[in-house]
Nanobody, 126 residues
Framework: QVQLVESGGGLVQAGDSLRLSCAASGRTISTNAMGWFRQAPGQERQFVAAISTSGGSTYYADSVKDRFTISRDNALNTVSLRINSLQPEDTAVYYC???????????????????WGQGTQVIVSS
């Protein structure tokens, strides 16, 4: 019922910053926690960040904790991911995820979500 579309990726230089956006349609996302994942070439899809329904709680993977910021705007039905000081190891396709169970504050596993966007690619050159 909910459709997700990511945008904001591209080819950037190490040290640059990006804001990735996830636009949801068809159903409000305000009742569920949301997440971001990424998948690098030859790697499994990995958890990046999660945010609670009202944005009051967030959780990050250790590898991105100091540089990534997740946020949401329930009035606009969107979720964003700010990435600072991009590094080549951040190169990946970034996915927005929905479907975290109602009543659960945060979800971090791939199987905790069942709605995914098509992804937006981030390529960081050195």
């Amino acid at each position: 019922q909910v459709q997700l579309v990511e945008s904001g990726g591209g080819l950037v230089q190490a040290g640059d910053s990006l804001r990735l956006s996830c636009a949801a349609s068809g159903r409000t996302i305000s009742t569920n926690a949301m997440g971001w994942f990424r998948q690098a070439p030859g790697q499994e899809r990995q958890f990046v960040a999660a945010i609670s329904t009202s944005g009051g709680s967030t959780y990050y993977a250790d590898s991105v904790k100091d540089r990534f910021t997740i946020s949401r705007d329930n009035a606009l039905n969107t979720v964003s991911l700010r990435i600072n000081s991009l590094q080549p190891e951040d190169t990946a396709v970034y996915y927005c995820a929905a479907g975290c169970r109602i009543g659960q504050r945060l979800c971090w596993g791939r199987n905790d979500y069942y709605i995914w966007g098509q992804g937006t690619q981030v390529i960081v050159s050195s």
